[in-house]
C-alpha cells in the first residue's frame, strides 16, 4: 500500500496515509455531523466531527502498531505502517518463525481494538458522570462502539484478517506444516468475502444503497487480498530450498556504461527478448539499467548519448548475490520493466531475476506438482 503523506517513524517504522485515508475521515466526520451526533451549533458539531474521526485514525494506527511491536519482537521486520480506506496495512518482511509467534503477531491487533473500546467506555462512563456535554459523550460512546466492531469484525476466521492470521497458526500448531494452514486460512477468507459481496448486493436491491455499496467494497478487498496471498503461499513454497542462482536469467544481453544507445540499439537490443538491459561500468559491475521504452525515445540526432548517461542507477537493495535464497527477492515489485534484482558475484554480473523468472517458478512448481497424477493415470 503506498503512503502518499508521511507522518513520520516510530521505532524506526515508517508512518503515512494513503490518500484514501484521508477520504475515509472525511466521510466519517460528515455521517457523525450529519447523522450521528446530537444537535448543537454547525461548528461546534462539525469540529467534534473531526476530532472523532482524527481519534478513530489514530485506534487503527494503534491496532497496526501494535502488529509491529509484537512482530520485532519475533524477529520479523516491519517495512512501513499505513493507514488507508479500510483499515490499516503493516507490511512484513519474513515469516514468524514459528505457530506460536504467528498467533500473538495476529491477536495483538484485535486484543489493542478491544482495549481501545474498554478505555472509550471508561471516558464515556466518566465524561456523562461529570456532565461532560452530549457531544462529547455521543463522540466517545461512537469511538467505543466502533473500536469494538473492529475487534469483532478482525476475529473473523479468513485471510487477509486478524481472524485469518489466528486460524492459520491453530492449523500451523495442529498440522505442522505452515503451507497448508496459509492455504485453508486463504480458503476460508475468499469464502467470506464472496459471502460478503452477495450480500451486499442484496443489500443493493432492497434500497440499502451504502451497506451494500460498503459491504460490496469490503468483500472485494478481502477477495482480492485472499487470492494475492494464496498466490503468494505458493509462491514461497515453490521457491523453498532454491537459491537466486536457480531462477535468475544467466548470462543477460547487457550494455557499458560508454557504449553509444545507437550503437547498443542496432548490435543488441534489436536482436535481444529481453526487455530491460544491465548496464555496466569499467570495472565489469552492474551500475544501472535501461529499458527498451527508454531506448525507443531516444532521438535519432542524440544516437551517440552513452548508455551511462541513460540508464537509471541500481538501488543497493536490487543487487543480490547467486548463493542467497530465492525467497529473498520474491516480495520486490519490479524496479524497471520486468527486472527485479541484478545478480552479482565478485563484482561481475552473473544474471537477472525478472518477473517472467518467478512466473516461471510458479509454473514449474505446478508441473511437478502434476507428475505424479500423470504417472498414475499412465499406469
Known amino acids: 500500500m503506498k503512503q502518499t503523506f508521511k507522518l513520520g517513524t516510530i521505532g524506526g517504522v515508517p508512518v503515512g496515509l494513503n490518500w484514501s485515508a484521508v477520504v475515509t475521515v472525511i466521510l466519517i466526520a460528515d455521517i457523525l455531523a450529519q447523522s450521528i451526533l446530537p444537535s448543537a451549533p454547525a461548528g461546534a458539531r462539525w469540529l467534534a466531527a473531526l476530532v472523532t474521526a482524527a481519534l478513530f485514525l489514530g485506534s487503527l494506527a494503534a491496532h497496526e502498531l501494535a502488529h509491529a511491536v509484537v512482530a520485532r519482537r519475533h524477529g520479523v ?14 507490511e512484513l518482511e519474513g515469516e ?13 491487533g484485535p486484543a489493542t481494538s478491544g482495549a481501545m473500546a474498554a478505555v472509550f467506555t471508561a471516558a464515556w462512563a466518566v465524561a456523562g458522570a461529570f456532565g461532560a456535554s ?36 491453530l492449523l500451523w500448531r495442529r498440522r505442522g506444516d505452515r503451507i497448508s494452514a496459509a492455504h485453508a486460512a486463504d480458503r476460508a477468507g475468499l469464502a467470506m468475502g464472496r459471502a460478503m459481496i452477495g450480500g451486499g448486493l442484496a443489500a443493493l436491491l432492497i434500497g440499502g444503497w451504502f451497506d451494500g455499496l460498503w459491504l460490496v467494497l469490503v468483500g472485494w478487498f478481502i477477495t482480492s487480498s485472499a487470492k494475492a496471498e494464496d498466490r503468494w ?5 515453490a521457491a523453498a530450498d532454491r537459491r537466486i542462482a536457480d531462477i535468475m536469467t544467466p548470462h ?17 537490443a534489436l536482436a535481444s527478448r529481453q526487455k530491460v538491459f544491465p548496464v555496466i561500468d569499467a570495472g565489469g559491475g552492474p551500475v544501472g539499467v535501461v529499458t527498451v521504452e527508454r531506448l525507443a525515445r531516444v532521438p535519432a540526432g542524440d544516437a551517440d548519448v552513452t548508455l551511462g548517461t541513460l540508464a537509471v542507477p541500481l538501488q543497493a537493495g536490487r543487487i543480490v548475490g547467486p548463493d542467497e535464497p530465492a ?31 518467478v512466473q516461471m517458478l510458479i509454473r514449474r512448481s505446478r508441473l511437478r506438482l502434476a507428475i505424479p497424477a500423470a504417472t498414475g493415470r499412465a499406469a
Open 96 to 108: 514468524p518463525p514459528n505457530s506460536g509467534a504467528d498467533l500473538r503477531i495476529a491477536a495483538v
Open 327 to 357: 525467497t529473498t527477492v520474491l516480495s520486490y515489485p519490479p524496479f524497471m520493466g520486468d527486472l527485479i534484482a541484478v545478480v552479482v558475484a565478485d563484482h561481475h554480473l552473473l544474471g537477472i531475476v525478472t518477473t517472467e523468472n
Open 233 to 237: 503461499t505458493d509462491l514461497r513454497e
Open 77 to 90: 521486520r516491519v517495512n512501513s505502517i499505513t493507514l488507508w480506506m479500510l483499515g490499516g496495512v503493516a
Open 252 to 268: 543477460p544481453d547487457h550494455g557499458w556504461t560508454w557504449q553509444p544507445a545507437g550503437a547498443f540499439i542496432e548490435t543488441v
Open 134 to 169: 452530549p457531544l462529547s459523550t455521543a463522540s466517545l460512546a461512537w469511538l467505543a462502539i466502533t473500536n469494538g466492531a473492529i475487534a469483532l469484525f478482525n476475529l473473523l476466521p479468513g485471510a487477509p484478517l486478524d481472524g485469518g492470521r489466528i486460524l492459520r497458526g
